[in-house]
């Protein structure tokens, strides 16, 4: 059962990581180019790769949690606070460029702010990625540990 378990976080993990980078590359493509994406991502992949493969662990670690506690929805939140900050900072290395397209909407301002500040941005990201994993392992390993006491007991 636990290899099971292991299997399943493993996966999800995966699944996470890829989506995170797909929406990466497809919101950035869309906005401005296969090019221009692939540049941004050769000077910022390791901000990418840490954001991507982070939130890929809190999803493993709560696909864990959840299959060994069978409750998780408040692990879930910080899932989805962490992720939705990691895919924002990873976008926002770029937005600045949205400023050829949108300046008759008043996002130029907005997209400024952005790119002057897009490195604070991945840090941000990054910090909010370990906080996430710290909270949903300790969550984890407080499930893991009772689950095998359960055991041991039985």
């Not at 909407?105 to 840090?123: D, E, H, R």
């Not at 990054?126 to 540990?145: D, H, S």
Request: net charge positive; with cysteine; aromatic share 16%.
């Amino acid at each position: 059962m636990l290899s099971k378990m292991w299997f399943s976080s493993w996966r999800a993990a995966a699944i996470g990581s890829l989506a995170l980078l797909t929406v990466y590359f497809s919101v950035l493509t869309l906005v401005s180019g296969w090019d221009f994406t692939w540049e941004q991502f050769r000077e910022f992949w390791y901000f990418v790769v840490a954001l991507t493969v982070g939130f890929g662990v809190q999803v493993g670690l709560y696909t864990f949690l959840k299959e060994t506690a069978r409750h998780g929805a408040g692990s879930g939140k910080v899932v989805a606070v962490s992720g939705a900050t990691s895919t924002g900072a990873m976008i926002a290395c770029c937005t600045h460029y949205l400023a050829n397209v949108l300046p008759v909407l008043g996002a130029t301002g907005f997209l400024a702010l952005v790119a002057q500040y897009q490195i604070q941005l991945f840090w941000v990201g990054l910090a909010f990625n370990l906080a996430g994993i710290v909270y949903i392992g300790r969550k984890a390993l407080q499930a893991f540990r009772h689950m095998a006491l359960m055991g041991a007991h039985q």
